[in-house]
C-alpha cells in the first residue's frame, strides 16, 4: 500500500479572498512578518499501487475529480511507501 | 413541451422549479432521479438549486458522475434547451458544458437577498421575453458564486454574447465582469447563479422571473440550431 | 466483553457521581429497582436517562403548570413535537430544542447540530420541515473579538445546516447582554407541515417486529452529551468539552426525504419512529418500548459503526448525528431496506420486540444489559427543589423607581437603533437561505415569518421571543410579557396564535432561588397562555447554564405559530402610503425597568417590572386583528424593545415615507418606554374612523403617512426631527460595524 498526499489549491493567478482574510487575521495577531497566505486543502489516498501505475492513478484521479483545472492546480508526494 | 427537473441527491430548489413550472406555468414537467440513464421524450431539462452532494469537495464537483449526466450532455449536444440554477450552474461547469467556475463568494460567506440584474442578452431561447438592457431584481442564494474565467475565456464569451446577466448595481460575490448568467456558444445551455425560479409571483415579493419560463415554453420544442 | 468496572467496584469508586448520578439514585436503582448491583453498561444508561435533559427530573413538577390541550391540539408534549390542526385535514407540527451548551464550546457544530436536531423531530413526526427559526443570545461584541467569532461562527452553523438542507429560516431573534459572556443560547425552532393521517409515534409494539438503525454510522460523538448539557461550565471542567458532535446536513437530507417516502407512502410496515437525540441510542430505544409497553432486544454487533472496538456503553451513549430508529412489521424488512438503498442510506436491523417488558442488549455475543424497560423512563425519581425569592427582587421593590433624563429625544433615538440588540440583524440573517421552497410570504426583519400553503388560501406565522431582563427583575411579569411579545408579533401579522413550543433556559436548579425564577416565571408564562388560549405542545429546559458559578437571566423562550386565514390579509410591517392614518394601540406607561433605555444608559438593568392587565391587552388585541381580518389595516409593528420610538422608525426604514405625529400626551421619555401590549397601525384615511370605532380607547389616532421621508414627533416636553434615511444608515451599519471593533 502506499500513501499519497494530493495537495490542491487555486492557481497563482486566482484570487483567494480566504487566504486574504487569514493573512488579515495573522497581521491581527502582531504577526507582520506575514506577507502572504495561500489556502489550499490536501487528500491522503491511501491506494495499492506503486511506480507508473501510481503515477497514472494519481494524475487521472486528480484530473478527473479532485482540481477543477479551471481555477484550481495540484502537487502530490508520496508519505509511506510499503 | 416536456421538461425534466432532474434530482440530484441534495438538491432542494427541485421543488421550486417544479412549481414555477407546474403550477405558475402550467408545464408539462417533470422530476427525474439522478439514477435514470436516460432523457427520452423530454425537449428541454432544468437543473435546480441546492447542495448535490452536499457541496463536498466542490459545489457541483461530484453530481457530474451520476448516472444521469451523459443524457443531460447528450440534450446538450443535440441542442435542446439545458438550464442550471445556482447548483445547478455549478454542475454545468463542472460538467465541462459550460466554460469557466464558480469560486467561493469573496464575501467568504453564503449571501440571499434580492438583487438588481441587467438582461444583456436578449437574443436566447431563455430571454425572448426580455428587453436588451432591462433591469431586473432576482434572489440569489448562494456561498460559491464567484465566476471565473481566465482571460481568453472572458474575452470569448463577451465577444460572442454569452453573457446572458450581469449583475447591475452590486456585485455580490466577486464575479468578473460581474458575471450572473451564461450561455455556451450554441446558446441553449444557460447557467446562472440568481434564481428566476423564486421570483413567478408577486406574493412572494417578485415576478421578474417568470418571463424566462414563459420564453422558453413559447418557443415550443425547437431547437437551437448551431 | 469490555466492562471497565465491576458493579462491586463501580460501588465502591462511585464513577457514576462524575455522570451526574446521585448515590441516592444509584441505591435505590440497585436497592428497589433491580434488586442487584447495576453492571457498567447498565450505570452508564441510567446516568443518561436519568440525567435532567432525557428525564426532566427537577423541572417536572413545574413543567405542569403549563396548559397543553386545546381543541386543536393532536399530540402534545412527550412525543419528538407538538402538533396541531389547521383545519382541512391538515396539520402543523412545531418544537424547538435548545443547543446552549455545545454552541458555547464549539459554536459552528453546536448550533449546526442544535438545528440537524430540531428537523429530526419534526420529520419523524412524519411531516415535512417547511421553516426554522432561532433565538440566540450573545454576550456583548464591543471590543471582544472571541464574542465577534462565536456570533459569526454560530450563524455560520445555522445557515450552512438550514440553507443545505433547503429549509427557509424565516424568523428569529439576536440579542446580546454581559450575562450571555461566558454561556450563550442557541434555541432554534423547526415547524413542519403534513396531512393529520400520517402521524406517527414514537412507539415500538408487536413480539417479532424489527427495530431497525437507519442512517449515519455510530461513532463515539458526543459520549455523555445528555449529562454535559446537564453541568455547568467552569474553567476545570475544560477537557470535557469534546462531546461536541460533528453534523452532516447532506446525509440528514437524504435521510429525510427517505424517512417521508416509508411515512407518506407506506405507513402499513412502519410501527414507529423517532429520532435518535440526547442519548443516541439507548433514549430512542427504551422510549419507543416504553411508549409501546414492550419489551426489547438489541444486539449491538449489528448497529453500524464508525471506529473499530466501541464499547457497548459507547455504542448505546453515542450523539452521532443523522440516525432514526425505526419499528418496523416483521417482514418488510427488505422493503425498508430497499427505500433508504435508494438514497444511498444503511438500514439495518438490529433487534427485535420482545414479549415482557425487558431491555435487553447483547455486545460482543455477551449480555451486557438486562433491566426493566420502564426503570430507564418511567421510574427516575423526580426532585424535589429549595426556592427561595432572590434578594435583589425585594430590595428593588423597596427602592424609588429609575426616571430616564431625556435631554435631546431625537439623539437618544439615534443611540438606541445602534444598540446591538435593536440594530439591523440583516447582515446576519442574510446567510440563510429564506426563500427557498418558496412559499415564504415574510422573510426575516419583521415581526413574524409568514408562510403560505400551497395549494389552500392559508398561512402560518412563527416567532420566537425572549427576553430575559424583565425575567430577572420581575419572573412572573417577565413570563408574561415573552408569551405577549409572541402574541403580539403573531397578530402583528394578521394571524391567529395557535399554540406554542418553548426553551426554558436558565441557571442551576439546585440554587434556590434559581428555582423560584424557573417557577414563577413558568406561572407567568402559563397564566398567559391560558389567557390566550395557546397550550404549550412541546419544548424542552436547559438548566445550569452557568460559567464559573455566574448564571444567564432567567430566558423563556417562547416560539408561537399562528394561522393566517386568508393569506392575502398578511399585514406587512412597514408604512404603505402617504396619508394613510396613523394609530397607536394599548397605553403607554413609565416602563423603564429592564428595558433597552435604562441598559443603554445606566450599563445596567434594575427597578421593578409593572404587571399589566393580560385579559384587557388580551381582548383590545383580538379586536385589532378582527380589525386585520376585515382588510382595514395597511400596516402594523408591534412595539418592543427601544418602545415606541425606534419602533416608529422601523416602520419607515426601507420605504420612502415619513410621519408626522402628535403625541403631547406622551413625554420624550415615554417615548422609549417598553410597556408590554402596543403596537404602531396605519389605516387607510377612508377606513379611519370605523377602526378608530372598533378600538375605541384603546387606540388614539396621532397623526398620518408623510411623503417626506422626515420623522416628525412633537410630544409634550421635546420633539423629534430626524431624517429617516440617516437613521436607517445607523441601523444598518451598527452591527456589521461592532462586529469588527478592536481595542
Known amino acids: 500500500m502506499t500513501k499519497v498526499r494530493i495537495f490542491v489549491s487555486y492557481k497563482q493567478s486566482v484570487f483567494d479572498p480566504q487566504g486574504e482574510t487569514i493573512k488579515d487575521a495573522i497581521h491581527a495577531l502582531g504577526h507582520d512578518e506575514v506577507t502572504a497566505v495561500q489556502v489550499g486543502k490536501f487528500f491522503d489516498v491511501t491506494l495499492d499501487a506503486a511506480g507508473d501505475k501510481l503515477t497514472a492513478a494519481v494524475k487521472e484521479i486528480a484530473d478527473q475529480l479532485l482540481v477543477n483545472f479551471n481555477m484550481e492546480t495540484y502537487t502530490y508526494r508520496v508519505l509511506e511507501e510499503a | ?77 443535440e441542442g435542446k434547451p439545458v438550464f442550471g440554477t445556482c447548483n445547478g450552474f455549478q454542475i454545468l461547469t463542472e460538467a465541462g458544458l459550460l466554460p469557466g467556475a464558480l469560486k467561493r463568494n469573496d464575501c467568504q460567506r453564503f449571501v440571499c437577498k434580492t438583487i438588481p440584474l441587467e438582461v444583456v442578452n436578449n437574443e436566447t431561447v431563455f430571454t425572448r421575453q426580455y428587453q436588451k438592457h432591462e ?37 455580490p460575490n466577486g464575479s468578473l465582469h460581474n458575471i450572473a448568467g451564461i450561455v455556451n456558444e450554441r446558446g441553449n445551455v444557460l447557467g446562472m447563479m440568481p434564481h428566476p425560479e423564486r421570483a413567478v409571483e408577486a406574493l412572494l415579493g417578485s415576478s421578474d422571473g417568470l418571463r424566462l419560463f414563459k420564453s422558453l415554453l413559447a418557443n415550443g420544442t425547437a431547437k437551437v440550431e448551431a | 466483553m469490555k466492562q471497565a468496572m465491576t458493579p462491586e467496584e463501580i460501588k465502591e469508586k462511585k464513577p457514576y457521581l462524575d455522570w451526574s448520578l446521585s448515590e441516592a439514585e444509584y441505591n435505590y436503582i440497585s436497592e428497589t429497582l433491580l434488586g442487584r448491583l447495576p453492571n457498567y453498561t447498565e450505570t452508564g444508561l441510567f446516568s443518561a436517562m436519568w440525567s435532567e435533559h432525557c428525564s426532566y427530573k427537577k423541572s417536572k413538577p413545574v413543567l405542569r403548570l403549563f396548559p397543553n390541550k386545546n381543541s386543536r391540539v393532536l399530540q402534545g408534549p412527550g412525543e419528538g ?23 458555547t464550546v464549539e459554536p459552528y457544530q453546536g448550533a449546526a447540530t442544535g438545528i440537524g436536531g430540531i428537523l429530526r423531530d419534526i420529520f419523524s413526526m412524519g411531516a415535512r420541515p417547511i421553516a426554522s427559526l432561532d433565538s440566540l443570545h450573545f454576550g456583548e461584541i464591543k471590543n471582544d473579538s472571541q464574542m465577534q467569532m462565536k456570533v459569526e461562527n454560530t450563524v455560520r452553523g445555522i445557515g450552512d445546516y438550514g440553507n443545505c438542507m433547503g429549509i427557509p429560516t424565516v424568523a428569529g431573534e439576536t440579542t446580546f447582554d454581559p450575562c450571555y459572556q461566558g454561556n450563550i443560547l442557541c434555541n432554534a425552532m423547526s415547524v413542519g407541515l403534513m396531512e393529520q393521517k400520517d402521524i406517527q409515534k414514537g412507539t415500538a409494539t408487536g413480539i417479532g417486529n424489527a ?57 402499513d410496515w412502519l410501527v414507529g419512529i423517532q429520532d435518535m437525540g440526547a442519548a443516541g441510542i439507548v433514549s430512542s430505544s427504551a ?83 438486562h433491566i426493566p424497560v420502564t426503570s430507564l423512563t418511567d421510574d427516575v425519581l423526580e426532585e424535589e427543589s429549595a426556592e427561595k425569592m432572590p434578594a435583589r427582587i425585594e430590595k428593588a421593590a423597596a427602592m424609588p423607581a429609575w426616571q430616564p433624563q431625556i435631554i435631546d429625544a431625537g439623539e437618544t433615538l439615534r443611540q438606541l437603533l445602534q444598540q446591538s440588540t435593536i440594530a439591523d440583524k440583516s447582515s446576519l440573517y442574510q446567510q440563510y437561505d429564506s426563500q427557498v421552497r418558496t412559499n415564504t410570504v415574510v422573510g426575516p426583519g419583521s415581526d413574524a415569518g409568514v408562510i403560505r400553503i400551497r395549494g389552500t388560501r392559508k398561512g402560518l406565522a412563527m416567532t420566537t421571543d425572549g427576553n ?41 436548579p439546585h440554587d434556590p432561588e434559581i428555582f423560584w425564577e424557573l417557577h414563577h416565571s413558568v406561572q407567568g408564562m402559563a397564566a398567559a397562555c391560558r389567557e390566550f388560549d395557546t397550550p404549550v405542545i412541546s419544548g424542552n429546559v436547559s438548566l445550569y447554564n452557568e460559567n464559573n458559578g455566574q448564571a444567564i437571566h432567567p430566558t423563556p423562550m417562547v416560539g408561537m405559530v399562528g394561522l393566517v386565514k386568508d393569506i392575502d390579509h398578511v399585514i406587512p410591517s412597514f408604512a404603505q402610503h402617504a396619508g394613510d392614518q396613523v394609530f397607536i394601540v394599548g397605553k403607554t ?130 420633539e423629534v426631527y430626524q431624517n429617516v434615511s440617516e437613521l436607517q444608515q445607523r441601523w444598518e451599519e451598527a452591527l456589521p460595524c461592532q462586529l469588527k471593533s478592536r481595542d
Open chain 2, 135 to 171: 433591469r431586473i431584481a432576482l434572489p440569489i442564494a448562494h456561498a460559491d458564486g464567484s465566476y471565473y474565467a481566465d482571460q481568453k475565456t472572458l474575452d470569448q464569451l463577451e465577444e460572442n454574447h454569452q453573457v446572458v446577466f450581469r449583475y447591475a448595481e452590486e456585485n
Open chain 2, 1 to 77: 413541451m416536456r421538461i425534466a427537473v432532474v434530482v440530484f441527491p441534495g438538491s432542494n430548489c427541485d421543488i421550486d422549479l417544479y412549481e414555477a413550472l407546474h403550477s405558475v406555468c402550467q408545464a408539462d414537467v417533470e422530476y427525474v432521479s439522478h439514477h435514470e440513464k436516460s432523457l427520452a421524450g423530454f425537449d428541454a431539462v432544468m437543473l435546480p438549486g441546492g447542495f448535490s452532494y452536499g457541496d463536498y469537495l466542490r459545489a457541483g464537483a461530484i453530481a457530474r458522475f451520476t448516472n444521469i449526466m451523459p443524457a443531460i450532455i447528450k440534450m446538450a449536444n
Open chain 3, 287 to 369: 422510549e419507543m418500548a416504553a411508549e409501546g409497553k414492550s419489551g426489547m432486544t438489541l444486539n449491538l454487533d449489528l448497529v453500524p459503526q464508525r471506529e473499530p472496538e466501541m464499547s457497548a456503553y459507547e455504542i448505546m451513549l453515542s450523539e452521532s448525528q443523522e440516525r432514526m430508529l425505526l419499528c418496523v412489521n416483521k417482514g418488510h424488512e427488505d422493503d425498508v431496506q430497499k427505500i433508504f438503498a435508494f438514497y444511498g442510506l444503511e438500514a439495518v436491523t438490529i433487534g427485535r420486540i420482545t414479549a415482557g417488558h425487558d431491555y435487553v442488549l447483547f455486545h460482543d455475543g455477551q449480555e451486557v444489559c
Open chain 3, 211 to 267: 427495530v431497525m438503525y437507519v442512517g449515519a454510522k455510530t461513532g463515539r460523538d458526543g459520549i455523555h452529551g445528555a449529562t454535559f448539557a446537564s453541568a455547568d461550565f467552569s474553567d476545570e471542567n475544560a477537557t470535557q468539552r469534546s462531546a461536541v458532535q460533528v453534523g452532516d446536513p447532506f446525509m440528514e437530507k437524504l435521510l429525510l426525504e427517505a424517512c417521508l417516502e416509508l411515512i407518506t407512502e407506506h405507513p
Open chain 3, 468 to 508: 430575559g431582563r424583565f425575567v430577572y427583575l420581575n419572573p412572573e411579569v417577565g413570563g408574561k410579557i415573552a408569551l405577549v411579545e409572541a402574541a403580539a408579533n403573531i397578530m402583528a401579522s394578521g394571524a391567529e396564535p395557535l399554540a406554542i413550543t418553548d426553551c426554558l433556559n436558565y441557571g442551576d
Open chain 3, 81 to 103: 413535537a407538538g402538533v396541531v390542526d389547521i383545519d382541512d385535514g391538515q396539520a402543523v407540527v412545531f418544537k424547538a430544542e435548545s443547543h446552549n451548551h455545545p454552541t
Open chain 3, 589 to 718: 406607561g413609565d416602563d423603564y425597568a429592564g428595558s433597552e433605555l435604562q441598559k443603554m444608559l445606566t450599563g445596567n438593568i434594575s427597578g421593578v417590572v409593572n404587571d399589566f392587565d393580560l385579559h384587557h391587552v388580551h381582548e383590545y388585541m383580538r379586536r385589532l386583528l378582527a380589525e386585520m381580518q376585515t382588510g382595514r389595516v395597511a400596516s402594523a409593528h408591534d412595539l418592543s424593545e427601544g418602545g415606541l420610538g425606534v419602533a416608529l422608525a422601523e416602520t419607515l426604514f426601507k420605504t420612502d415615507l415619513g410621519l408626522d405625529l402628535n403625541l403631547g400626551h406622551m413625554t420624550t421619555a415615554q417615548l422609549f418606554s417598553e410597556t408590554p401590549g402596543r403596537f404602531i397601525v396605519t389605516v387607510p384615511a377612508d377606513q379611519a374612523e370605523s377602526f378608530a370605532q372598533s378600538l375605541g380607547d384603546d387606540a388614539v389616532c396621532v397623526g398620518e403617512v408623510t411623503n417626506s421621508h422626515w420623522l416628525a414627533l412633537r410630544l409634550a416636553n421635546g
